[in-house]
């Protein structure tokens, strides 16, 4: 069993910045069988979508939507999965999941956070 928790939503204004944490917790054989991790969001009304994606080996995997706004990171070690979200605009309010695979390379897997909101207002 692997336990999500993300860290760092909030509002922002529209051409902002926001980094969004995620990090990992549970046995380490779990923690070990990790591969692919990522973010996902969801809008009222709207279907959740990819974000964006990390492999096991670090390749990366956005939304159509992000075009080149976004970053991804992963720490191995710590189990942990950033969002580095730039340019912000209001399409871009959500709640962000953080999400983690142990059969895939891309996801998404079994495993969910509880969300984080972001809001993008002035």
């Known amino acids: 069993q692997v336990e999500l928790v993300e860290f760092g939503g909030g509002l922002v204004q529209p051409g902002g910045s926001l980094r969004l944490s995620c990090a990992a917790s549970g046995s380490a054989l779990s923690l070990q069988a990790i591969k692919a991790m990522g973010w996902y969001r969801q809008a009222p009304g709207k279907l959740r979508e990819l974000v964006a994606a990390?492999?096991?080996?670090?390749?990366?995997m956005f939304g159509e939507f992000v075009k080149g706004r976004f970053t991804i990171s992963r720490d191995t070690a710590k189990k942990t999965v950033d969002l580095q979200m730039n340019s912000l605009t209001p399409q871009d309010t959500a709640v962000y999941y953080c999400?983690?695979?142990?059969?895939?390379?891309w996801g998404p897997g079994a495993y969910w956070g509880q969300g984080t909101q972001v809001t993008v207002s002035s």
């Open positions: 999400n983690a695979d142990q059969l895939t390379n």
């Open positions: 990390i492999s096991p080996g670090g390749g990366t």
